[in-house]
Antibody, heavy 122, light 112 residues
Framework: QVQLQESGPGLVKPSQTLSLTCTVS??????????WSWIRQPAGKGLEWIGR???????SYNPSFKSRVTMSMDTSKNQFSLNLNSVTAADTAVYYC??????????????WGQGTLVTVSS | DIVLTQTPLSLSVTPGQPVSISCKSN???????????LCWYLQRPGQSPQPLIY???TRFSGVPDRFSGSGSGTDFTLRISRVEAEDVGVYHC?????????FGQGTKVEIK
């Protein structure tokens, strides 16, 4: 069974960089056809897709985040990561990692992590 | 970006009764290949979202058949034929036609 687990600091100061890691177990992040995404949810609000990284390492980002976001993979640790710089209070949210997988079609966000709360505050 | 609008934003239902949730898109989610890329997720209280429906009407593995998705073009509906206590939570629609992926605001379902 595939499992995803987010980790990282729960508190980040304004203007600094938010860094999160998603550790995947039960399968390799670099084999098969998968997209690995980050999604966030401010308290009481809807879900917002941040971006994704493909099995090959190629990335796609939500233009809403402009040049603030970077994603990467560490295949040796079976992890992928999110860096979001120049954070403000508006970046306070629960951050989820999630997977798209390909079988005979694409299955969008078939697995999710449990989420991690990141608060931006001085 | 594609904008999805869900209605209602909340509802309270008696167990065993049916429920319908609407999701409207500001542009068609029908791909030229004939597939409509609209998905539904359920987020139970305190949990992460879990997948229910993809490609308009196909249930993910293990999803009970009381859940069904329908619609076309820009208007979509999630139906629960007979609501059970475990169905409480927030239902999110999402478009997977193009990037960036976008979600509706969510519909909160409570049990009376």
């Amino acid at each position: 069974q595939v499992q995803l687990q987010e980790s990282g600091p729960g508190l980040v100061k304004p203007s600094q960089t938010l860094s999160l890691t998603c550790t995947v177990s039960g399968g390799s992040i670099s084999s098969g056809s998968y997209y690995w995404s980050w999604i966030r949810q401010p308290a009481g609000k809807g879900l917002e897709w941040i971006g994704r990284i493909y099995t090959s390492g190629s990335t796609s980002y939500n233009p809403s985040f402009k040049s603030r976001v970077t994603m990467s993979m560490d295949t040796s640790k079976n992890q992928f990561s999110l860096n979001l710089n120049s954070v403000t209070a508006a970046d306070t949210a629960v951050y989820y990692c999630a997977r798209d997988s390909y079988g005979n079609t694409w299955y969008p966000f078939d697995y999710w992590g449990q989420g991690t709360l990141v608060t931006v505050s001085s | 970006d594609i904008v999805l609008t869900q209605t209602p934003l909340s509802l309270s239902v008696t167990p065993g009764q049916p429920v319908s949730i609407s999701c409207k898109s500001n542009q068609s989610l029908l791909h030229s290949g004939g597939t409509t890329y609209l998905c539904w997720y359920l987020q139970r209280p305190g949990q992460s979202p879990q997948p229910l429906i993809y490609e308009l009407s196909t249930r993910f593995s293990g999803v009970p058949d009381r859940f069904s998705g329908s619609g076309s073009g820009t208007d979509f509906t999630l139906r629960i034929s007979r609501v059970e206590a475990e169905d409480v939570g927030v239902y999110h629609c999402m478009q997977s036609l193009e990037l960036p992926r976008t979600f509706g605001q969510g519909t909160k379902v409570e049990i009376k």
